[in-house]
């Protein structure tokens, strides 16, 4: 658990609680800083658990969550997450992985009010997001833009409308460890894309099971008729 803002003047404060299961960077931080506000910004259920328990939280975020959250704090707090499609389309689990799978190099984060139904509640806010490069790229650049949409939506006085979401939603599957295996068939581009969507810490990364060892990719990039990358090996559990 960290938090910006000064705690002897917290219960004079705002309260704002951010969820993040990736990296907090010092531009998010900046992105959120305000002199009237207290945020603490927490990356697991247990932490989350324990700031509502003790403080008087007036709003919560959550940005790239990976839990889902009780239908009472729900129904309490009306939280606000993220997601990193263009809702209704790429509802479920690992948005990212999945888009880049499909040859995708732009999407939206979409920015919305949470309730029961996963990634179904209606949409605050559309920005534009390049899902070029690494993963870990990636999400240190959507979770920046996701806490400029949080600041201007709180000095909004969180006034944007809720605008329900329109279409046929299309829904992700999560993905396994095992589909972190380097595919067997294919081009030098999509090894590429297989590489870097798995290129953060907390994820399965790319992989390649030669006898007793292990082999793990990370930092790839192409060049001409050829993939060149950064390998972890070891011996196989």
Avoid at 204 to 219: D, N, S, T
């Amino acid at each position: 658990i960290s938090s910006l803002g000064t705690g002897a003047r917290a219960g004079l404060m705002r309260q704002i609680l951010i969820g993040c299961h990736r990296p907090i960077t010092h531009a998010m931080c900046a992105a959120l800083a305000h002199p009237e506000e207290v945020v603490f910004f927490v990356g697991s259920l247990d932490a989350f658990d324990r700031v509502l328990a003790v403080e008087a939280i007036d709003r919560i975020f959550l940005i790239f969550w990976s839990w889902r959250i009780p239908a009472d704090v729900i129904e309490r707090y009306k939280p606000v997450g993220f997601h990193m499609t263009s809702l209704p389309f790429g509802r479920g689990g690992h948005p990212l992985q999945n888009l880049i799978e499909s040859g995708n190099a732009h999407t939206e984060l979409c920015m919305l009010v949470l309730d029961a139904e996963l990634d179904a509640g209606a949409v605050l806010d559309r920005q534009p997001l390049c899902i070029e490069g690494p993963a870990d790229e990636i999400y240190a650049r959507g979770g920046l833009l996701a806490c400029q949409r949080i600041r201007a939506y709180l000095d909004a006085g969180c006034s944007w409308p809720a605008i329900p979401q329109q279409g046929i939603p299309v829904e992700f599957q999560r993905r396994t460890p095992a589909m972190s295996e380097l595919p067997r068939e294919g081009g030098l581009e999509g090894l590429l894309r297989h590489i870097r969507m798995l290129d953060a810490e907390g994820y399965p990364h790319a992989f390649i099971e030669y006898g007793a060892f292990r082999l793990e990719l990370r930092r790839a990039t192409l060049r001409a008729d050829r993939v060149l990358t950064d390998c972890k090996i070891s011996v196989r559990d």
